[in-house]
Each structure stands twice: as C-alpha cells, then as structure tokens.
C-alpha cells in the first residue's frame, strides 16, 4: 500500500467528499483512483476489499477500511480533530451527526428528476433554516468560542463548513439570518488547509453533474428512479 491514503470512489463528491474535506483539514496528502467501470468494482469485490460490497474504500495505515462514519471516525482521531476527552468527543458525534443528516438530503439531488429537483431544493433549504442552522446557531452564540467544540478546531467545524457550503449552493443567501454561522464560515475558511482545500485546483470536487451521475449509474447498476423526500 503506499505511504498516503488512497482513496477508492467516483470522481465527484458523494460519500467520499467528506472523507476528502476531513484529510484536508488535517493537512494530509492523499492519492484516488476514480471507479469508471463495472470491471473495476467488480475487481474490488472479488478481491474482497470491499467488507460490504461498497464504496467508499480507503487504503490507509495498512488498512483497507469501508464505512464512512468509520473512516472518518479514525482519521479524526488519528490527526486530533476528535476532542479532549469523552464528553467533547460526544458533542462532535452529534453535532456530526446533524450535518450528515443534512447532507443526506443533498447526496441524491443529482439523480432526481428536474421536477423533483426542484422540490427536494425547497426541501433542503426549509430544513436547513428550521432544524439545523439554528442549532449550530445557538452552539456558537451560547458559549461564544470560535469552533463549535471547546475551543478547538475539530471534525465538527470541518463537516458545518461543508454542509454550509453545500446548501449555499442551494440558495446562496440562506445564512442571511444567522449571524454566528457567517463568521463562523469566514473563520473556518481561513484556516490555512482548509483555504487551500477551497482553492481551484485542489482534491475538492465540484457539484456533481450528469457524467458523474451516468457514471455511478453504470458502474453500481443503478437503473431505478430516485424519489425527492
């Protein structure tokens, strides 16, 4: 195996995205090699690299790991982005936890039809504003740090970020009544890896578009229409 992460998925976002934000915020180089074929998942499966004949795949540390919460789980660990102690690590599960819930309702937009696109978009959004931000809101008024844990930069600010970013790609202005996640925004984003990670030309994928989506479809055999919440 080499010596960085290797990552094993489409080239775009999905699951793997923040598998990519999270290696970044903590200043890690890694390699990819994007699934383009039915033949080259097929070769992961037989080989048995997949433990549940899914992706994501990442080589890491002599390990071939699947699981998403599971990957970034141990790469928060591993690089000090998990807290302090028990109660702060817990504080990041659920506040982790929220984001992935939210980012849940975005994952499958590519795949819906135009009509359906524009319902899930009103969707996102309303549950953006009336269930998540607010919360993230509240955290950061109430105890008046930088970062959401603590006082610490951590998995949790990482995931916010990229949550907030991807329902600002919904409707840019959503922010537009919640102060504390606009600075909160500005500062995450000058963090140094995490600027670079928001520069053109890095590891970030864009918004996922009709070829990624052809490609998924292909390689996973995807022939079923994806519904809108």
Known sequence: MSSKPKLYYFDGRGKMESIRWLLAAAGVEFEEEFLETRDQYEKLLQGGSLLFQQVPMVEIDGMRMVQTRAILSYIAAKHNLYGKD??????????????????????????????????????????????????????????????????????????????????????????????????????????????RFLEPGSQRKPVPDDKFVETVRKVLCMYYDVKAN
């Open 86 to 195: 028990l109660k702060e690590r817990a504080l990041i599960d659920m506040y982790v936890g929220g984001t992935e819930d939210l980012m849940g309702f975005i994952l499958m937009f590519p795949f819906l039809s135009v009509e359906d696109k524009e319902k899930q978009r009103a969707f996102i959004v309303q549950k953006a504003t009336s269930r998540y931000f607010p919360v993230y809101e509240k955290v950061l008024k109430d105890h008046g740090q930088d970062f959401l844990v603590g006082n610490n930069f951590s998995w949790a600010d990482v995931h916010l970020l990229e949550a907030i970013l991807m329902v600002e790609e919904k409707k840019s202005d959503v922010l537009s009544g919640f102060p504390q996640l606009q600075a909160f925004k500005a500062r995450i984003s000058s963090i140094p890896a995490i600027k």
